[in-house]
């Protein structure tokens, strides 16, 4: 368990990406049951407040900072600790909370292929949004960009294994819900493992 300072989310041990992911201090997280073991990427939303956007309150949030006092909606959040890997803000910004290699708390009560306990063996990816608000075209290229790229570094994740949370708790959540538009996104994505490497990049 990290110490309750506050720490980034940097991994030294990781290959950088050839994008700008920014970390973000967090301590919302702890070690997986087994690093090797990354096997599923589930794609959330969230706002703070609901469906309002452009605010400091989700990395406040994520970074245990958040004033509960400074919304009617947030007292609900009191002593609330949940994270994920990474959140995509509106204008496509990638900010990073937890390191990949260790178990972020995003995804609770959740089933995945008879495995229970999804945040052992998953990626949490947020985006900034709500179910029923249309998400922006730059943070459907970040996450096409960022997808394509944890694939190659995950040998045990595949596109087949990309998931919205509410695939893996169904009845209890909606997220990343009906306006996230999933063909665009499996285009891009496509996309992205048919375009030839960047530079410095493995083929």
């Known amino acids: 368990m990290p110490s309750a300072a506050l720490t980034e989310a940097t991994d ?3 290959p950088s990406p050839p994008f700008e992911i920014t970390p973000r201090p967090c301590t919302h997280y702890d070690d997986r049951p087994d690093p090797a073991d990354i096997s599923l990427l589930v794609i959330h939303n969230i706002s703070l407040p609901p469906a309002t956007f452009n605010t400091p309150y989700i990395d406040e949030f994520f970074g245990g900072r958040l004033d509960c006092n400074a919304h009617p909606y947030f007292a609900r959040l009191a002593g609330v600790r949940v994270s ?3 959140v995509i803000y509106r204008d496509g910004r990638i900010w990073q909370y937890v390191p990949f290699a260790k178990r ?3 995804a609770g009560l959740s089933l995945f292929n008879g495995r229970d306990k999804c945040n052992d063996f998953s990626i949490g990816i947020e985006l900034e949004g709500a179910d029923d608000v249309p998400f922006t075209e730059a943070q459907y290229q970040a996450l096409s960009r960022l997808c394509h790229w944890l694939l190659k ?9 990309i998931l919205g949370h509410s695939d893996i708790a169904p009845g209890r959540k909606t997220d990343p819900g009906p306006a996230f538009n999933w063909n665009f996104f499996w285009q891009l994505l496509a996309e992205q493992q048919s375009a030839p490497p960047a530079a410095g ?3």
């Open 104 to 106: 972020a708390w995003h």
């Open 201 to 203: 990049e493995p083929a």
């Open 153 to 161: 570094q995950y040998p045990t994740l595949a596109p087949e294994r």
């Open 84 to 86: 994920a890997h990474c």
């Open 12 to 14: 030294l041990s990781a």
